[in-house]
């Protein structure tokens, strides 16, 4: 675990440093703690000469339910200074390979965590979504650039608009996941490829990393500012706030009221 935050959890294993999310009684929902001991591990895997790859996973059956809703509710992150910026912002300047290994549940930005990984492996029962519309939010993470990039603009405008949860197999046809593994060992499937990646020559790995994400770094961290400032005013918004009170009083939202 790391030092202020019992529930992400990081082990060292050979060149690979693997980062768990474990917070089983809320799916793995994500408060700003968490955030920011995620930042702390990835800036420590960054800085150790030790690690060439990074592994991100949750508990075998869920990767993170997103956002902790009472978060969103309580303590909304409307400016750039928040744990929870500073962990998206650092993600498209990782010098080092990122891999996700994902199973159950992994809505939010727990999706689009996935986009700035270069290797997403699955377990059979993964479940995606992007419910930012749903919620009376908009798309973050830089995800309005990155998804209609990866999957094509009507599906990307699908998944956002829509936002229904799709399995494993449509998130691979999709082109959002290199691999489908048996849930029972997607981790263990997972671990094995990071151990074949951190084998590979690490500077040619890291250069190669560099070249492909380089030719848009500049646009894509101008429209994460973008995102982030929206879903900022968003997150106050009267159809947010519906939402999410929504959802922790577990019954339907009503956006009638809303025009
Ligand atoms: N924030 C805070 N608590 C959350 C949470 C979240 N994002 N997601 C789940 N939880 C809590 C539930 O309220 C529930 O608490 P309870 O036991 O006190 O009732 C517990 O975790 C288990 O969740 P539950 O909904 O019963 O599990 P499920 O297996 O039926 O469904 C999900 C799992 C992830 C599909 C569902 O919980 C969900 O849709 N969560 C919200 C996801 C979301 O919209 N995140 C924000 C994205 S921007």
Known sequence: MTEACPEIMTRQDGHVLEIRIERPERKNALRQAMYSALTEALNAGE????????????TEDCFTAGNDMEDFLNNPATDEDTPVMRFLNLLPVLTKPLMAA????????????LLHCDLVYLGADARLQLPFVNLG??????????????????????LLLLGEAFGAD??????????????????????????????????????????????????????????????????????????????????????????
Do not use: W
Request: hydrophobic share 40%; glycine share 6%; aromatic share 6%.
């Open 170 to 259: 449509k998130a691979r046809e999709l082109g959002l996941a290199n691999d489908v593994f048996a849930s029972a060992d997607y981790q263990h499937r997972a671990r094995e490829k990071a151990h074949q990646l951190a084998k590979q020559p690490a500077a040619a790995v890291r250069l190669t990393k560099h070249l492909l994400k380089q030719h848009q770094r500049e646009q894509l961290q101008q429209q994460m500012a973008e995102e982030g400032k929206a879903f900022g005013e968003r997150l106050t918004s009267p159809e947010a706030r519906e939402a999410i009170q929504a959802f922790m009083e577990k019954r339907q939202p009503d956006f009638t009221q809303f025009s």
């Open 102 to 113: 994902v199973n159950g549940p992994a809505v939010g930005v727990g999706t689009t965590l």
């Open 47 to 58: 800085a150790d000469p030790n690690v060439r790859v990074m592994l991100i996973t949750g």
């Open 137 to 158: 939010l908009c798309p973050e993470a830089g995800s309005s650039l990155l998804l209609p990039q990866i999957v094509g603009y009507q599906r990307a405008a699908e």
